[in-house]
Nanobody, 126 residues
C-alpha cells in the first residue's frame, strides 16, 4: 500500500542544476522522516540528505553540503531535492526513503528506513 515514487531525474551538464521529487502515498506522511539516498553502479547505497517530520531539521552528506537542498511539503505528501552545481560524481540512481525511527536527529543509515522508492536516474556529464 505504501508507495514512494520519484520523478525529475535526467541528464545535466556539470555545473548545472536538477530537482528530483518524491510523492508518497499509503502512509501518514508527517509521521516519517524523509531521506534521499543514491547509488552508483558497483557502489553501495549512500546517504545524501534527510529532513525531519516537520521540516525543522535537515542533514546532508558532506559531499553535497552547500549544493543540495532538501524540502518537504507535508500537505502535498512530497519531498524534493534541489541539486545545484552538479558534478560527474553525483551521477547515480537517487532513491526516496521514509523512516519511522524516533530520536533527536534524523537517520543517515539505510537500515533505519522502512520504505523505498524505485529510484530515478541522475546523470551528470563532464
Amino acid at each position: 500500500q505504501v508507495q514512494l515514487v520519484e520523478s525529475g531525474g535526467g541528464l545535466v551538464q556539470a555545473g548545472g542544476s536538477l530537482s528530483v521529487s518524491c510523492a508518497a502515498s499509503g502512509l501518514t506522511f508527517m509521521s516519517y522522516v524523509m531521506g534521499w539516498f543514491r547509488q552508483a553502479p558497483g557502489k553501495e547505497r549512500e546517504f545524501v540528505a534527510a529532513i525531519s517530520r516537520s521540516g525543522g531539521t535537515t542533514e546532508y552528506a558532506d559531499s553535497v553540503k552547500g549544493r543540495f537542498t532538501i524540502f518537504r511539503d507535508n500537505p502535498k505528501n512530497t519531498v524534493a531535492l534541489q541539486m545545484n552545481s552538479l558534478k560527474p560524481e553525483d551521477t547515480a540512481v537517487y532513491y526516496c526513503a521514509a523512516s519511522s525511527l524516533l530520536g533527536w536527529g534524523v537517520p543517515r543509515r539505510t537500515s533505519n528506513y522502512d520504505y523505498w522508492g524505485q529510484g530515478t536516474q541522475v546523470t551528470v556529464s563532464s
